[in-house]
């Protein structure tokens, strides 16, 4: 493989979405291979529609482990049809989220068990690691705050819904991540302001582009 994987992770309201467009323009000046951009949960056409079982409000019933496996599946499916390929072909990849966060959400948060959803997402992604990941770091309650005061018109989804206490435990699931492989991630923090943190990730970010 010759493309980079770069996964872009965090606390929902960290500011993922809004880092990353700056970040793809900032890879596509400095590096000629073509990038190719996603998310999860989704990014292909089955994954997507899993996303839409997974995040609508009308399923606060779903069982933890049918959400795991749920965002297994579509995560297996995304690998198999887009992340793959495009690195196979010498592509980078960006992603918004991949295993990291089921492990923090589910195996931590929902408290599955970190072990069992490393299990399930390695029969998904059969290896397929970052090369790369850039972790948001803000105080869930901050994070939470963003995201309702960021755009009213938008309802909330379902793992949004849920409280406080719940994304407390998702980051520190993220941080015991960190401590284990210090290397792979970069930790920003996401309390700053927007140019900030986009300016403190290129810096630190940008050298370690493969080329
Ligand atoms: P997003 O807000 O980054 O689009 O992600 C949607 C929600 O899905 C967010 O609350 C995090 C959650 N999620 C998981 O719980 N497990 C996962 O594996 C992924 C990819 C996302």
Known sequence: ???MFITVEGPDGAGKTNLIKRLVKAI???DTRPLVVTREPGGSQIAEEIREILLTPR???MDPRTEALLLAAGRRQHVVEKIRPALERGDNVLSDRFVDSS??????????GIDVVKEINSFAVEGLKPDLTIYLDVDAEVGLNRIKHKDSNRSQDRLELEKVAFHDEVRKGYHTLIEEEPERFVVIDASQSEEDVFQETWRRVKDRLIK
């Open 59 to 61: 399923h606060m019933n």
């Open 28 to 30: 596509e000046a400095e």
């Open 1 to 3: 493989m010759k493309g």
């Open 103 to 112: 492990i923090v959400y589910q195996g931590q948060a929902r408290g599955i």
